[in-house]
T-cell receptor, first 112, second 114 residues
Framework: KNEVEQSPQNLTAQEGEFITINCSYS?????LHWLQQHPGGGIVSLFM???GKKKHGRLIATINIQEKHSSLHITASHPRDSAVYIC??????????????FGKGTKLSVKP | DAGVIQSPRHEVTEMGQEVTLRCKPI?????LFWYRQTMMRGLELLIY????????DSGMPEDRFSAKMPNASFSTLKIQPSEPRDSAVYFC????????????FGSGTRLTVV
């Protein structure tokens, strides 16, 4: 069993839909990272969070440390949101950036 | 800010040859990471440096892989000798504890070993 599990593996949505991608982890972590990888291959860091919720534009990330679960939400989805979304768990955090365990990614396709 | 700069963007080499991948982190970032991405295994951390010192190289697959960071503005990942199973995209990323969104990734180097 992977230590970081994402669901769904693939997701197709219509433009405008509200999208949720889930990430569950079995290890003790101090923070969780959401990444976006575009079809061209480039990787962009979206959020790094250790508690509560963060919002950036149409993207919202939440984490529940007790339940070992995080979600990434996209409101009013758009075809340009089509990408692979990857969650990654930090085993420790702070001045010395520790080891990172990656999920397998969720491939999102938003149709116009 | 030019971001994290990796070179080359693409590399095709023959099995057995030495390959050197290069990375220039963002100025002022004190942590640097090398990742490998393959279809089978996804993203994997190979090694990371903090203040130019290697902190954890447990992800380096074997002795054929080595990484150095001689100064705060430059790092290399070397594979010698290369094998076809090393074919992957290698990403470099840098970060600072003050960075709100985590890491900044380079564009990656796509390595093909034939």
């Amino acid at each position: 069993k992977n230590e970081v599990e994402q669901s769904p593996q693939n997701l197709t949505a219509q433009e405008g839909e509200f999208i949720t991608i889930n990430c569950s982890y079995s290890v003790g972590i101090s923070a969780l990272h959401w990444l976006q990888q575009h079809p061209g291959g480039g990787i962009v860091s979206l959020f790094m969070l250790s508690s509560g919720k963060k919002k950036h534009g149409r993207l919202i990330a939440t984490i529940n440390i007790q339940e070992k679960h995080s979600s990434l939400h996209i409101t009013a989805s758009h075809p340009r949101d089509s990408a692979v979304y990857i969650c990654a768990a930090f085993l420790n955090y702070g001045g010395s950036q520790g080891n990172l365990i990656f999920g397998k990614g969720t491939k999102l396709s938003v149709k116009p | 800010d030019a971001g994290v700069i990796q070179s080359p963007r693409h590399e095709v080499t023959e099995m057995g040859q030495e390959v050197t991948l290069r990375c220039k982190p963002i100025s002022g970032h004190n942590s640097l990471f090398w990742y490998r991405q393959t279809m089978m295994r996804g993203l994997e951390l190979l090694i990371y440096f903090n203040n130019n010192v290697p902190i954890d190289d447990s992800g380096m697959p074997e002795d054929r892989f080595s990484a150095k960071m001689p100064n705060a503005s430059f790092s290399t990942l070397k594979i010698q000798p290369s094998e076809p199973r090393d074919s992957a995209v290698y990403f470099c990323a840098s970060s600072s504890p003050r960075q709100p969104y985590g890491y900044t990734f380079g564009s990656g180097t796509r390595l093909t070993v034939v």
